[in-house]
Structures are given as C-alpha cells and as structure tokens.
C-alpha cells in the first residue's frame, strides 16, 4: 500500500530545511534586538479560545479543525492562529502584572485551518508572530510595524509595500458599522451568502469580501475616514507621522480590515507586488485589539497589538525575487574507510571529529575507494580523512584537502591540531 500526505500539507527536508532554518534565526535574531521573549502555547486550546460569540470572521465559521475529547463535553480545537492562544496565556499567567510594561512576546509554529489548498496557502501551515501586550500608543504600533518592516527587508525582499488602515475606537466603528449597514441593504440580495452572514454579525468584514469586491456598490461604500472621532483621527495621524518620520513607505488603504473581528485602530498588512505571488500577496499582517484582553479576564481597558506572517509565503516571496537562503553547507571532513579491519579505528577518529565541533560523516556502505570518493563530493567535504589498514597498523591518517589536492600523512594525536590550522 503506497502512503501519501495529506492534502494541504508538506514535508520540509534536504536543502529546504536549511532555509527554513536560516528564516527562523533571522527572526530570532530581530526579536532579540527588540527584546522580545518567546512564548510557547499549546497546539490545540478550548474552542471558545477561537470561537468567540457573533465572530464573523471566515476562519472561525468555516475553516478551524475542532473536535471533542472521548466521554466527554469538552470541545476542543487546533490553533487557527496565534494571537487568541497568546493573550489567553497573558492573562491567565497575570504577565499584566509585570511592572515594565508592554510585555513582548513572539511564537512561532505550527496551524491548522480547513480551506481550499492553493499557492501559499495550506491546511498546516507555519506562521511567526508577535505580541505586544499592555499598553495603548502611537509609539507601539509603529515599533512592531517597524520590526516587521526591517525583518523583510533584511531577508532582502524589495517588491513589498505596507498598507495602513485605521478601524478607530468603539464609537466610531459603531458609527461606520451603522453607514455601512444602510449602503448595503438596497443590495443585500446581490451579496454572496457568506456577505449576507457579515451583514449582522459585521459589516466592516464585507469591504474584505474577494467575491463581491469587483461590483459597484463596494466601490462606493462608504469610507471608515469619514466616521472617525477626533481621538482616533488623532491616533491614526501620529502612527502615520511616526513612519514618516522613520522613512517607511506606506499607503493608506481604506478597504483595508483584515479577516478577525478583534481588531480596533491600526490595521496593517505588507503586501508583495511581485506578479509571480498570485492571489496570495500578503505576506504579513496584523494591528491593535482593544477588546481582547480583558475577553479572556485580563484587565479592563488593556490593549495590545500584534502581527503575523506565513512563513510558507515568505519563502515564496523571496523565490520569486531570485533570493535563496541558506542552502545545505558542505562536511568539514568525510571519512574514508578503505578497509573492513580499520572500520572501528575509522569510527572513533570520525567521533573524535564530531567532539571538537567538526561537521564530518563516513562511508557505512562499505564502497570501494572511487565510490566514497564520489561521496566526499556529494558531500562538498573540505578534507578526506583516508584510512586502510596501514593507517590503522601505524596510528596514522591521510588527510587530503579537496581544493589543493595536497595530502599529507598525520598522527592520530595531531588530527585536530592539523585541522585546526588549515581552518584558519
């Protein structure tokens, strides 16, 4: 019986698993600079984590794996996202407690969501986020647009751009909701079924709707602008002055709403512009949820602000822009084995390698000289390390450098000491 994966899954091996190694320290490495711990949430959490009541958003109604424990109630689902997972963790450890507040947090792993498998896009999938949790600035949602900005940058990406938006605070989404409500009623009937659910659950989300977005009446829809309040009008203008400030480029995009309800005054996404992405251009986003905290218990009127990306889709972004990470580095050493008596003297200098912090490997196929030879290559292997049954009588090794073609004869008590100097 031949066994394949799953559909909407991948295997990472070879070469790839070394660029997804080096995407993963470099946003380690970011997150350090702008002193961010990381955090591990489980993989799966209490429906009610994801499913909160009158949730409009698709990932909620449609797309989450949820199943229930054996002999008994208890509903449970893997993780969609990792925001919900995180600020769940927040409050329940009392990190609100911290004196030294925002606490900054960043995740990175798997998900899980149950939709139509395309480019980019897969029923597992694995995203890094942050979490910026406590407090309510300008200031904040510029850092955390700032470090994602300088992350895709630095991995070399040139064809992206940041799209802004603002949501503003309850009363003027309340405001918006109801103009919005009013435009889209003559045309209720024209919506796509999951438009119609939007309607009453939030309207904000149809303006993201990829079926109807080409029609006339959300061209005209009202813009969220128009319905601000001074306070958000304000916020909004500091955030877009701050990235003036820092030179980051940005557009402001009043159809912009992203695809979870939770979200309240600076939405963001960062777009590629390169035409070999397909539908799937976002390659992050993310923005403020005022609501959030103190839904899962935590402190009144604490907010926080968080983005994701997909990893999947960075790698893809940066394929298409012709930028490789790191691919699979060559051995130090390859062992090479030429006689069956010498296999175990051959085994312990191949372990003595490995102690000293050298990548090294060795033949178990037992092949004849031409045939590790052909190995050594395979392997991109700095140095042969030849060993027979002369080397074993004489407690010598023959060390040969791939480059030079210069081979050289050393004691087994020199081994490290001798490459040690030719790594210099």
């Known amino acids: 019986m031949a066994y ?40 799966f959490e209490h429906t009610n984590v994801f499913k909160r009541e009158n949730d409009s958003s698709d990932m909620v109604n449609k797309e989450m794996y949820t199943f229930t424990l054996a002999n008994s109630s208890t509903s449970l ?53 942050v979490e910026c949790l406590g407090n309510k600035s300008p200031y904040v949602d510029v850092e955390t647009i700032t470090l994602a900005f300088s992350i895709l940058k630095s991995l070399g990406l040139k064809d992206i751009k940041v ?29 796509c079924s999951d438009c119609k659910r939007r309607f009453e659950q939030n309207p904000l989300r149809i303006l ?6 080409d029609k006339e009446f959300m061209k005209n829809a009202p813009s969220m602008k128009d319905y601000l309040n001074e306070e958000s009008k304000q916020y909004f203008e500091t955030v877009c002055s701050l990235l003036k400030s820092l030179d980051i480029p940005y557009e402001v995009d009043d159809k912009l709403v992203r ?22 251009s976002t390659v992050l986003a993310g ?45 130090d050493a390859f062992v090479m084995c030429l006689d069956k008596e010498a296999q175990t003297y051959a085994f312990e200098i191949l372990t003595q390698l490995r102690a000293n912090g050298f990548r090294a490997d060795m033949d178990y196929l037992q092949r004849g000289f031409k045939g590790q030879f052909k190995a050594v290559a395979r392997t ?11 080397e074993l009588e004489n407690q010598v090794v023959s060390i040969k450098n791939i480059e030079t073609q210069v081979q050289s004869q050393v004691p087994v008590q020199q081994i490290i000491e001798y490459l040690d100097k030719e790594f210099e």
Not at 4 to 33: H, M, N
Not at 94 to 100: A, G, R, V
Request: aromatic residues 12%; hydrophobic residues 35%; charged residues 25%.
């Open 4 to 43: 394949q994966i799953p559909r909407g899954t991948a295997d990472v091996y070879g070469s790839k698993s070394y660029a997804w190694q080096e995407l993963e320290q470099r946003l380690r490495q970011f997150c350090f600079l702008y002193n961010y711990d990381e955090i591990r949430t489980p993989i």
């Open 77 to 129: 689902t893997l993780r969609p996202e990792g925001t919900a997972g995180v600020v769940r963790s927040f409050v329940e450890n009392k990190m609100y407690s911290n004196p030294d507040l925002p606490v900054k947090l960043y995740y990175m792993g798997p998900m899980f969501r149950h939709e139509r498998p395309q480019k980019g896009r897969m029923r597992i999938f694995n995203q890094f986020g």
């Open 163 to 191: 799209c802004l938006n603002t949501l503003g605070d309850d009363a003027s989404r309340d405001a918006y909701r109801s103009a919005l409500k009013e435009h889209f009623a003559p045309y209720y009937d024209e919506l």
């Open 208 to 213: 993201d709707c990829k079926v109807d977005h």
């Open 259 to 280: 695809g979870l309800d939770y979200y309240t005054h600076t939405v963001f996404e960062i777009v590629s512009v390169n035409s070999s992405m397909g539908a799937q």
């Open 287 to 331: 923005g403020r949820y005022d609501h959030l905290i103190p839904y899962f218990g935590g402190p009144e009127q604490m907010s926080g602000i968080g983005w994701a990306l997909g990893m999947e889709r960075i790698l893809i972004a940066l394929e298409s822009e012709g930028i490789l990470l790191e691919e699979k580095p060559g051995l």
């Open 380 to 390: 991109q292997a700095k140095f042969a390390i030849i060993i027979g049954s002369t």
